[in-house]
Structures are given as structure tokens and as C-alpha cells.
């Protein structure tokens, strides 16, 4: 698609267009949008909430996820809603610290003009060498409003013990810059009239108990962030964490549900009856 490129990243730059060519051609009709991580990538299905678009990436950040929201909502007339995934390890801007895996961070930046500035140095150099190559690309990799869960069926997560994923994401979860990027989407929205659901989604009983009780810490924080200070949005989350309402077989690895199986279609529907 792009010469002078890895075909690992060759890889990435299709599956983002392909995400982009389906999202243009739904704007007009988009009420809600969707953003985060790999979490809402594999987790949310739009066949189960009319208007919805599924633009969540792999390693998108809150930072990211705020950028998309800005840049996109002002082309899409119909939104009225912007669904947001806030994981556990969501409280850290991480996802250009991740060697290799940042690429991506330099794709979709450059694919949805997000002007968004890095400090590390392969991404700043794949972002420049990006530079107006992909504006007037399209890809068709089928899927339907941005969920394409043929290709995530095949990928590898990793077979990481629940409790060394858990550890990690709580070390993450001490951080918080990425709550000032949701934050910041909390007053866009309030400025532009939309209601914001932000989703915490669920996890394999393992990982759950090896969390154990740094997500009281964790919860607390985010519910000050979105129902005390004074951003004046309306807001809705959805914690699915521990709710109970997954079982271990719904997952494909320890915090991932399997793409299209009854877990995405039970979280798809819980968003939509937040969002009202």
C-alpha cells in the first residue's frame, strides 16, 4: 500500500484505512462514536446499537481516543454520543512507550491529521516519513461500522499469566495524564452538547483477583474525575469489571472478550442502554 514501509506496518496502515474509508462513508449518519483501546476493538459490536461506529485501535490511549474525538466530531453532523473504554491501565498516556507496538500511534495520527506530537524516536521518524502518503488512501477488509472481528480472531495477545497482566496495568493505573486527556474530552463534549458513556470493561475472574483490591483505588479515582469536577457533561459508565455478568469462557485471553461472541454482544448492549 505504502512502499518504502515494513510490511508489519504495511499491515497497520491498511487495517487504520480500512477503519477511515468505512467511517467516511457512515459520517453523516453516525450518532455515536466509539473509542479506546484494543478492549473496545474487540469488545463492542455496532450491530448492536443502530448509529454507533466502532474506531477503536490496538494500544489507542486516552490521549489518542481525546485527539480522535476532536477531530472527528466536527464532520459528523448526526453525533450525539461518544462512548469511551477506560480500562484499568487507562490512567497512563502509554501507548508510544511500547517498543514496536507504537507504530500504530504514528498511523493513526498521520491517517486522521490528529496533530499529536512524540518524544520517541521511531514513531516521530515513521510519522514524518507518513507525511501526506495516506490522505487519498481507501481499504475495504470487510466488517461493519468499524468492528472487524475476522481480524482480530487470529491475533496474538500474548500468553501472559493473568497476574503479571494485572500487575502491570495497576503500575499504569498510578499515572495520570491519561485521565487529563479524558478529562479534556469531557469539556469538548460539554461545549459541543454530547453525552459521554465511559466503559470500564470486564475481565477473566483471574485477572479480577490479581487486581483484588487496588481497583477500589482505582474506581474511586475515576468516579471523582467524572461525577465531581465541574465539566458539566452528562455521563454514564458502565463497569463491567467485576460485575459478574462474564463468564471465563467469554474471553480470549485474560482482559480481551472474543470478537463477536456472546460477551461483545452482552457489553455492546449494556452501552446502548447507557447511552439511552
Known amino acids: ?120 524516536a521511531a514513531v516521530r521518524a515513521l510519522l514524518g516519513r507518513l507525511e501526506g502518503r495516506l490522505t487519498d488512501l481507501s481499504a475495504d477488509l470487510g466488517g461493519r461500522r468499524g468492528f472487524m472481528p475476522h481480524l482480530l480472531d487470529g491475533r496474538d495477545l500474548g500468553d501472559v499469566p493473568d497476574a503479571i497482566r494485572a500487575g502491570q496495568h495497576v503500575v499504569l493505573s498510578k499515572r495520570h495524564d491519561g485521565d487529563l486527556s479524558l478529562l479534556r474530552l469531557l469539556l469538548l463534549a460539554r461545549s459541543r452538547g454530547h453525552r459521554v458513556v465511559v466503559v470500564t470493561p470486564p475481565a477473566r475472574s483471574g485477572y479480577v483477583e490479581a487486581v483484588g483490591t487496588a481497583s477500589r483505588r482505582i474506581f474511586r479515582d475515576l468516579s471523582r474525575l467524572l461525577f465531581r469536577d465541574p465539566h458539566g457533561c452528562p455521563v454514564q459508565w458502565v463497569n463491567c469489571f467485576d460485575s459478574g455478568e462474564f463468564d471465563d469462557s467469554d474471553f480470549l485471553d485474560c482482559d480481551h472478550l472474543k470478537p463477536g461472541g456472546p460477551g461483545t454482544r452482552r457489553l455492546s448492549v449494556r452501552i446502548r442502554d447507557a447511552a439511552g
Open 1 to 120: 500500500m505504502i512502499e518504502g514501509v515494513s510490511p508489519r506496518v504495511g499491515r497497520i496502515i491498511e487495517q487504520v484505512v480500512a477503519k477511515r474509508t468505512m467511517l467516511r462513508a457512515y459520517g453523516g449518519e453516525l450518532r455515536t462514536l466509539v473509542v479506546g483501546s484494543s478492549y473496545g476493538e474487540h469488545g463492542f459490536d455496532p450491530a448492536h446499537y443502530p448509529g454507533a461506529f466502532n474506531l477503536c485501535f490496538r494500544l489507542q490511549d486516552l490521549k489518542h481516543s481525546c485527539a480522535l474525538y476532536e477531530t472527528i466530531a466536527p464532520s459528523c453532523p448526526a453525533l450525539q454520543t461518544v462512548v469511551v473504554f477506560h480500562a484499568i491501565g487507562s490512567g497512563s498516556n502509554f501507548a508510544e512507550h511500547i517498543p514496536e507496538e507504537n507504530l500504530i500511534c504514528a498511523v493513526v495520527n498521520e491517517a486522521f491529521g490528529l496533530g499529536i506530537r512524540y518524544r520517541v
